[in-house]
């Protein structure tokens, strides 16, 4: 009779199965692109997947009313700007281009400059017309005052006064003579003196004349010299006279040759606001100094009196500066063309944001003016749309508030920081307000706007409008394809190769890993344009037409390549057991749990041992990273979730008396997040039952106080991290992690362990419960409470609950024995 030979009994499956290999990356077909390269594909109408940001971008630029200036808010990498203005350069294009501004010379008031608007484009041309206009004044004035008839009534003037001088001291004279005496021009002056037959007579003679004559002669003399003093003293009155009789003659000329240079240039700008009061006051100032304009003048009429006004030359003569026209805004060669303006300001300062006024030096002093006056983004803007990085702004002192200001007045102040700071300031002009219609859109990331939002009570006053742009797209079939040209547009907008299909499959792939989620696409179009210069790259060395995955995926092993360093010395340190991580065997109270490392662009998973010690206590669990200040806030939360968890759970109407204390092994830094809650707890079940966790398996994972396993971030950093280091020890087939079942839709592993994973080298498994997870990990059934309310022997519950009652046990008779002893109550 033939012997029967005993087969070996199966082995018991898992309570969880692993994940298939089709769980653990979602793959996208080249196939299913009809596309021979992305260069056929037509660009995107829309922006995508941003329907939410546009319409609150329509909203926030369709509304007139002040406060509906728009912050933009979005993820590090989403080219807001870019997409922004996009919108707005089809909006603008359906505006009217604001009007021009210009300073000009405010003759009443120097030190403050008269702003004015013009139509659109025609600043230019008026500067040009007044230049126009004083270089022909110069010359019709010269050619006036040098023409006959000026010539003519000027030597009739000056004649007049002569002929008037002449008859006065040829009367006096004669006057003179008929009284023995005559008046003679010394050169100390006028005199008079007594002539006998036409001839002065002398001392000696005078004195042998008769007494009664000298007396006559004497008495002839006062006479004489009295009316001579008379004479002379209306002179000036009378030289006052011709000097005014001149200077009606030069006004007259100077009018007349100002308003025959004017005419065209009133005319043109006939109807401008303000145009005809400055036309009146300049030629007012011109006809007041028209000396200046003539090279040699010899008029009696001139007053060469200083000119008050600009000091700084420009062109031939200083003096003329007070005649040129600041242009500040000026529709002509704008970038936008005949559009509303569309202004960034990439360093928004308070004198980049509302403008300056500019000194120079000269004698050691520092002098300004109108001419100096320098626009602000403000002023380039006005009418249009401002763009600004909101962070930018804050940084900038004074910038913030000078914003707020100009929206709440709605015009623009140039001010300077030096009056803020009270600091010393050189003598200054005050520029005339210029009135202020904008819509600003600022740019931040989301913890901005919720801190301004919290922070400043006038932020809402001012941004009523919030655009919110999304960081991922939902991945489907159709959305791919749309993803494609989008890819596509991208390329060619960055001036890089197309991508074959195979190279749009490798970046859909790789967008949806940095989406972290296997559903979602990611909309950083920043990163995905690097990814695409890097890819160019390779594709060009190997000297390929179009990109493909292969190049995809030599620049994303190349960027790990190159910030790689940090985590291998971390995988050195484990691999040496300079760090102690086990990935075999069984230990009561110890597991591997995962956590992610984060330094800039820098991520990746980093495995750590965890261990639990139970003793004797008042039911207190002890987190040693928050005793001494490692631990944040979120994983302190996760430590009392899990006591409360065992609190709830385990030996109702039994007061817990056990002591217990966690630790991160070997942990240098600081431990936050509740992502190893579920670990812990892990550790401190095998503590209290006392039985051992493998230490093949790595954990991660939230728990609540229901003991369900909850979703963790970083999932596939973690996975890939204790992946590494089992690969680099070798993989048995017994190792795996363990991650909550909710996070089986975020993974998008590499294809090292997704292929590791097929052979059965490596495993995944998805816990939705703690008692699944504990069953998996000690081999041990955990145990539902029966009816009896009791869980069933031998399972972990069981043993967890025992271990909790026969410590209660234990505490209550110690306290007795105490007491019986005349120790007194240990509560």
């Given amino acids: 009779?033939?012997?029967?030979?005993?087969?070996?009994?199966?082995?018991?499956k898992p309570v969880v199965a692993p994940l298939a290999p089709a769980k653990l990356r979602r793959t996208c077909d080249p196939a299913r692109f009809a596309f021979k390269s992305t260069a056929e594909l037509k660009p995107p109408k829309d922006i995508l997947g941003q329907a939410r940001a546009i319409d609150a971008i329509e909203l926030g630029t369709g509304i007139s009313h002040d406060g509906f200036n728009l912050f933009v808010l979005g993820a590090h990498g989403c080219d807001m700007q870019g997409a922004v203005e996009e919108l707005l350069q089809t909006k603008a294009r359906r505006q009217e281009p604001p009007c021009d501004w210009v300073y000009l010379y405010n003759f009443a008031a120097p030190d403050k400059p008269k702003a004015m608007c013009l139509p659109a484009g025609k600043a230019v041309r008026f500067r040009a017309a007044m230049e126009t206009m004083v270089?022909?004044?110069?010359?019709?004035?010269?050619?006036?005052?040098?023409?006959d008839e000026y010539q003519t009534r000027r030597r009739s003037i000056e004649s007049g006064v002569k002929q008037a001088q002449e008859s006065a001291f040829s009367e006096l004279q004669q006057k003179a003579q008929e009284l023995g005496t005559a008046v003679l021009h010394t050169p100390q002056g006028f005199g008079v003196a007594p002539i006998k037959e036409g001839e002065v007579l002398k001392p000696e003679e005078f004195k042998a004349l008769p007494q009664e004559e000298k007396d006559r002669i004497e008495q002839a003399i006062r006479t004489i010299q009295h009316e001579l003093e008379v004479m002379l003293q209306g002179m000036p009155g009378l030289m006052t006279e011709a000097r005014r009789s001149l200077q009606k003659l030069?006004?007259?000329?100077?009018?007349?040759?100002?308003?025959?240079?004017?005419?065209?240039?009133?005319?043109?700008?006939?109807?401008?606001?303000?145009?005809?009061?400055?036309?009146?006051?300049?030629?007012?100032?011109?006809?007041?100094?028209?000396?200046?304009?003539?090279?040699?003048?010899?008029?009696?009429?001139?007053?060469?009196?200083?000119?008050?006004g600009p000091v700084q030359p420009?062109?031939?003569?200083?003096?003329?500066?007070?005649?040129?026209?600041?242009?500040?805004?000026?529709?002509?060669?704008?970038?936008?063309?005949?559009?509303?303006?569309?202004?960034?300001?990439?360093?928004?300062?308070?004198?980049?944001?509302?403008g300056r006024v500019e000194h120079q030096s000269q004698m050691g002093a520092l002098i300004t003016d109108f001419t100096l006056i320098k626009p602000g983004s403000l002023h380039h803007a006005n009418g249009g749309y401002l763009l600004i990085d909101a962070r930018k702004l804050l940084m900038q002192p004074f910038?913030?508030?000078?914003?707020?200001r100009s929206l709440k007045t709605n015009r623009i102040t140039i001010e300077s920081a030096t009056e803020y700071a009270g600091m010393f300031s050189p003598v200054s002009l005050e520029p005339e307000p210029i009135p202020l219609s904008v819509k600003v859109v600022l740019f931040g990331d989301h913890m901005l706007y919720f801190m301004l939002a919290a922070q400043d009570p006038e932020f809402s006053e001012f941004f009523k409008v919030e655009a919110e742009f999304d960081d991922v797209l939902k991945r489907a079939r159709p959305m791919e394809t749309r993803y494609a040209a989008w890819i596509g547009a991208l390329a060619a907008c960055n001036n890089v190769r197309a991508l074959d299909p195979g190279g749009v499959a490798a970046?859909?792939?790789?967008?949806?890993?940095?989406?972290?989620?296997?559903?979602?696409?990611?909309?950083?179009?920043?990163?995905?344009?690097?990814?695409?210069?890097?890819?160019?790259?390779?594709?060009?060395?190997?000297?390929?037409?179009?990109?493909?995955?292969?190049d995809i995926e030599s620049a994303i092993?190349?960027?790990?390549?190159?910030?790689?360093?940090?985590?291998?010395?971390?995988?050195?340190?484990i691999e040496r057991d300079i760090v102690s991580v086990k990935t075999s065997g069984a230990v009561i109270g110890q597991i591997n749990g995962l956590s992610v490392l984060s330094m800039g662009d820098i991520r990746f998973g980093k495995p750590s041992r965890v261990t639990a010690r139970i003793q004797m206590g008042s039911g207190k669990v002890v987190d040693i990273e928050r005793e001494v200040a490692l631990g944040g806030a979120l994983?302190?939360?996760?430590?009392?979730?899990?006591?409360?968890?065992?609190?709830?759970?385990?030996?109702?109407?039994?007061?817990?008396?056990?002591?217990?204390?966690?630790?991160?092994?070997?942990?240098?830094?600081?431990?936050?997040?509740?992502s190893a809650s579920s670990t812990e707890l892990y550790a401190l079940l095998s503590a209290l039952s006392e039985l051992p966790i493998k230490q093949s398996f790595a954990v991660t994972g939230s728990v609540s106080q229901l003991g369900e396993v909850q979703t963790i971030g970083g999932v596939n950093d973690k996975i890939e991290g204790y992946f590494d280091l089992c690969a680099s020890r070798g993989l048995s087939g017994e190792q795996g992690v363990l991650i909550p079942h909710s996070n089986v839709q975020h993974l998008m592993l590499r294809s090292d362990v997704v292929e590791a994973c097929a052979k059965g080298k490596f495993h995944i498994y998805p816990i939705r419960t703690i008692d699944q997870g504990i069953e998996l990990l000690t081999g041990v059934p955990a145990g539902k409470r029966g009816r009896n309310g009791k869980f069933p022997d031998g399972s972990v519950n069981q043993k967890v609950e025992q271990r909790l009652i026969g410590l209660a046990d234990a505490r209550s008779s110690y306290g007795k024995d105490r007491e019986n002893n005349g120790n007194g109550d240990t509560a």
């Avoid at 009779?1 to 082995?11: E, F, I, L, Q």
């Avoid at 025959?260 to 009061?277: N, P, Q, T, W, Y």
Wanted: hydrophobic share 40%.
């Fill in 1 to 12: 009779m033939a012997k029967k030979t005993s087969r070996p009994s199966p082995k018991p």
């Fill in 135 to 147: 270089a022909d004044i110069r010359a019709t004035a010269k050619a006036m005052f040098e023409a």
């Fill in 250 to 308: 030069d006004l007259e000329f100077a009018n007349a040759a100002i308003a025959h240079v004017s005419g065209d240039l009133e005319k043109a700008f006939s109807g401008v606001e303000g145009m005809r009061a400055y036309l009146d006051a300049v030629k007012a100032d011109l006809a007041e100094n028209i000396y200046m304009f003539l090279a040699s003048p010899e008029m009696p009429g001139q007053v060469e009196a200083e000119v008050t």
């Fill in 314 to 354: 420009q062109g031939d003569d200083p003096r003329l500066r007070r005649y040129a026209v600041n242009v500040v805004v000026s529709s002509d060669g704008a970038p936008n063309g005949r559009a509303a303006p569309i202004v960034k300001d990439e360093r928004p300062s308070l004198a980049n944001l509302v």
């Fill in 399 to 404: 910038a913030w508030d000078a914003l707020k």
């Fill in 507 to 550: 970046v859909i792939e790789h967008s949806s890993r940095m989406a972290d989620d296997s559903e979602r696409l990611s909309l950083r179009d920043e990163h995905i344009a690097d990814l695409l210069r890097e890819a160019d790259y390779w594709s060009n060395k190997a000297g390929r037409r179009l990109i493909g995955a292969c």
């Fill in 557 to 573: 092993d190349g960027r790990k390549r190159r910030s790689d360093r940090i985590r291998e010395r971390q995988m050195e340190a």
């Fill in 635 to 674: 994983h302190s939360k996760g430590v009392l979730i899990l006591s409360s968890f065992i609190t709830s759970r385990y030996a109702p109407g039994v007061p817990l008396s056990f002591g217990a204390s966690l630790v991160f092994e070997q942990s240098y830094g600081g431990v936050d997040g509740d």
